[in-house]
């Protein structure tokens, strides 16, 4: 605080807030926040994966059957839903590197348009199933090819983890949509980020991506089971 | 901003390269599915799980650039991986090498069922077929 001039003029610059040395030393430590976060979200996340791999052991057959269920084609055009999203939210964060507003905003609404088809398909997903009676509860049942070698119970207890874990996704998905539309979109708009100031992008960034990357898994770990059979 | 000194200079990643990964990623989950249809037998879930891994590298050091990151922060995501692959080892060394309990109403696919196996021998199966499944016999049969 002495007689620094450069520590002065950053003192009187609102986008350097007043604990830090200087712009690069306040981005670091918001990305290195970021991914604290994103850390506990890898274990939750790995928490599910851990218990379905333990019942899958358990319940192999019970697992091909529910997975059998679902629909191949609609899961992986989600992936690639999602993948797109990922792609136009990096363009973003660019854009954003090069203090480009326009090209923020439009990727920006990309993103959110790619993660709402997401969502919109999910929504497809789920109302096949609760036709079908494959919602755990007093009212599943399971009639499928399988039927006459697996205890229904089992796989049941995969549309458990199945709806835990896409249910547990699709809410970052729409937690991040929210955050879309009400904050970064519109500050995006008002011009508030540039080259120098970013960082709510980036980090925004770093989560859209990491939902991204938790998908990558499910798709195979749900959709994919004995598919050779 | 008005002084030059303290701009920092973030290391912009070219548009072809977000743009090779893009594509990469496409292929990647056209190559998991086509796979999933051929039979490699126990290596299916293995090679879908690599492919999988491959492609969220690609995410992780590309598109969330951890490759253009400092030290800190490529400590702080690598560590993030490896308390993950704590808990996953030594969970699973520990489940997959004891005998489990059967779970009433659960029990009779898990004793006769490895991952991966076909249908196994036992008639026990189908007993509880009633589509729900409350099944007082799978409790009674296993005390």
Redesign the interface.
Known sequence: MSTDH?AT??HH?S??AHQFD???QQ??AS??GM??F??TE??FF??L??AY??F????????TAGSHELN?ALG?AN??VL??S??T???A??FA??GQRNKIVLFLILTLIFGSVFLGVKVVEYSEKIEHHLVPG?N???HGE?????????V??YFFMYFAMTGVHAVHMIVGAILLVVWLIPMARKGRYTS?YYAPI?NF??YW??V??VW??L???LY?????N | MSDTTHEFHPHIVPIPVYLAIFVALLVGTGVTIAIAYVDLGPMNTLVAMLIAFFKASLVVLYFMHVKYSSKLVQLAAATGFLWLGIMLFFTLSDVWTRDWQPVPGFAPQFVDEPLGHGPAAAGGHGEATDGHGEAPTAGGEHQ
Do not use: C
Request: glycine letters at 8%; hydrophobic letters at 55%; zero cysteines.
């Open positions: 450069a003029a950053d610059n986008l350097v200087d712009a690069e981005k670091e990305a290195l991914w604290a994103l850390i890898v274990l790995g928490g994966i851990l791999t333990i899958r052991n358990a319940y192999g057959l019970a697992w191949v992986g992936t690639a993948i797109f990922s792609f939210m990096a363009m964060v660019h590197q090069l007093p599943f049942q399971y399988f039927a006459d070698e697996v205890n229904p119970r089992n049941e207890l120098e980036e960034g770093l991506h990491f991204d990357i990558i898994f798709y195979p770990l994919l089971i004995g598919r050779h």
